[in-house]
């Protein structure tokens, strides 16, 4: 056994797909969080703009959230390896994308280029895919064999 096999951080395919939910969850709630906070104070204008990124939300996961997170399920479920690195619950080019949005994100917000309700609906119209897609890796994690169990690849089989 190398040195990198006996330390490198690695999980089931299962617990690739609970990361990458969890993951996924995470920023999306704390966008919804944020944006809703982000919202003014009035009644009226709240239920609009909620309903307005809500439905834009909604959007995004028919047309482009469903498939990444369905892509991200098949290219965990192809890996060779039973024990994968817990950090390749994402593809590399994934990590790249993420840092940008997350770069884009931060400037916008500092360069105070959109008002704050602007910003709040844009959060959480990203938010609700994120959330929408969780759900989808979290149920698809969950019908993994689990590999403590004794299932294929799991640590009991190979005992």
């Known amino acids: 056994m190398t040195w990198y096999e006996r330390w490198k951080p690695a999980t089931s395919k299962r617990g690739l797909l609970v ?9 999306g709630l704390l966008l919804l969080v944020r944006g809703y906070l982000f919202l003014p104070d009035t009644l009226g204008d709240h239920i609009v703009l909620v309903n307005l990124a809500v439905f834009i939300g909604i959007l995004f996961f028919r047309f482009l959230f469903r498939s990444l997170a369905d892509r991200n399920i098949g290219r965990i479920r192809a890996l060779v390896n039973e ?3 817990l950090f390749s619950f994402q593809s590399w080019s994934s990590y790249g994308i993420m840092t940008m949005m997350i770069g884009l ?5 500092a360069a105070a280029l959109v008002a ?5 609906t ?3 119209a990203m938010g609700v895919p994120l959330v929408m897609s969780s759900a989808r890796l979290l149920r698809e994690g969950g ?6 169990f004794g299932g294929p690849g ?3 089989h190979s005992r």
């Open 19 to 27: 990361i990458a939910g969890s993951v996924w969850g995470g920023a």
């Open 83 to 85: 024990r994968p690195c």
């Open 105 to 109: 994100g931060v400037a916008v917000r």
């Open 116 to 120: 704050l309700p602007g910003l709040g």
């Open 122 to 124: 844009g959060y959480i």
């Open 143 to 148: 019908r993994s064999p689990h590999p403590t």
């Open 154 to 156: 799991s640590d009991l």
